[in-house]
Nanobody, 126 residues
Framework: VQLVESGGGVVQTGGSLRLSCAAS????????AGWFRQAPGKEREYLAS???????????SYADSVKARFTISRDNAKNAVYLDMNTLKPEDTAVYYC?????????????????WGQGTQVTVSS
């Protein structure tokens, strides 16, 4: 599975961005997908995950720090997962990564994911 993120950029405080992650392969809809970020000098931080629970149903989870502002979603027709980010703050500045795991086990720990994208830079200016 290859993952390619896009949608990063520079945005002012209070603004919004939508990050996209395009996946290869025909079974991505059954994979767990997650979003993480990493700021300079900091560990990779979990943001949100989407776990397939059967049929067309998914279970979404969020880090407490972003659950009021970020939303994860999927489009199986496009083999993609998205992260909508609102009310952005300077402390949201980081490289944002998409991750995937071919089981329902992908959760909040980076070690639970086998596949990673190259990352996309998000910079929030004050």
């Amino acid at each position: 599975v290859q993952l390619v993120e896009s949608g990063g950029g520079v945005v002012q405080t209070g603004g919004s961005l939508r990050l996209s992650c395009a996946a290869s392969g025909d079974k991505f809809r059954t994979y767990s997908a997650g979003w993480f970020r990493q700021a300079p000098g900091k560990e990779r931080e979990y943001l949100a995950s989407s776990r397939w629970v059967g049929g067309v149903a998914y279970s979404s989870s969020y880090a407490d720090s972003v659950k009021a502002r970020f939303t994860i979603s999927r489009d199986n027709a496009k083999n993609a997962v998205y992260l909508d980010m609102n009310t952005l703050k300077p402390e949201d500045t980081a490289v944002y990564y998409c991750a995937a795991e071919p089981t329902s086990g992908g959760r909040a720990a980076p070690t639970q994911y086998s596949y990673w994208g190259q990352g996309t830079q998000v910079t929030v200016s004050s």
